[in-house]
């Protein structure tokens, strides 16, 4: 077996119990892009709507470029999710909450969350800690609910930082060309 798939039965089992299950199932949803504006859009709105104002659409945009990127990939590679994968082996994975259909990697609940944690950390600075906390958190649980590698939740993490990145980056140039005078 490859280190991918041993690291995964090895953080899969760890997580293996009724709290880590729960846990892990509310913590995956900060991956979910609509669970994410629901959080996200009240509290920008209400700290500044300037921010708000300049930086909503173009985070929105940002995270789902990435997941159209990470949708192409799935295709191409279609790679089996775990549960799949060991059941030619006869092992029996921790999936508290079903197994998805598509391929798995990369993960897409983690690119969403660390597109936004990027983006968010450059907007937000003194809350970069947070922001990466939810989204490592984020990757963590999407093996211990048993449906990817960690190959998979690192991959999203690398499309996601990229994408939140530079996301951020264009977005400030459209910000500073607006500011000019015709």
């Known amino acids: 077996m490859n280190f991918d798939a041993q690291l995964f039965l090895f953080l899969n089992n760890l997580f293996n119990d009724r709290f880590a299950s729960l846990f892990f199932g509310a913590v995956t949803g900060l991956g979910n892009g609509l669970v994410q504006g629901a959080l996200i859009t009240p509290i920008m709105f209400y700290f500044s709507r300037q921010k708000f104002k300049k930086h909503f659409v173009a ?16 295709q191409i590679v279609n790679r089996e999710r775990p549960p799949a994968f060991f059941s030619h082996k006869h092992v029996v994975i921790n999936t508290p909450f079903g197994e998805p259909h598509d391929p798995s990697f990369p993960s897409g609940h983690t690119e969403t969350a660390f597109s936004t944690a990027t983006y968010l950390s450059f907007l937000y600075p003194p809350f970069t800690p947070l922001f990466l906390a939810g989204a490592f958190l984020t990757a963590i649980s999407r ?6 590698f960690p190959l998979d939740t690192l991959a999203g993490a690398l499309i996601g930082i990229i994408f939140g990145f530079a996301g951020f980056k264009l977005n400030m140039r459209r910000v500073k060309r607006a500011k000019r005078p015709s």
């Open 143 to 148: 093996i211990a609910i048993g449906v990817h």
């Open 59 to 74: 985070l929105v945009i940002t995270a789902a470029a990435g997941g159209l990127l990470v949708s192409g990939v799935k």
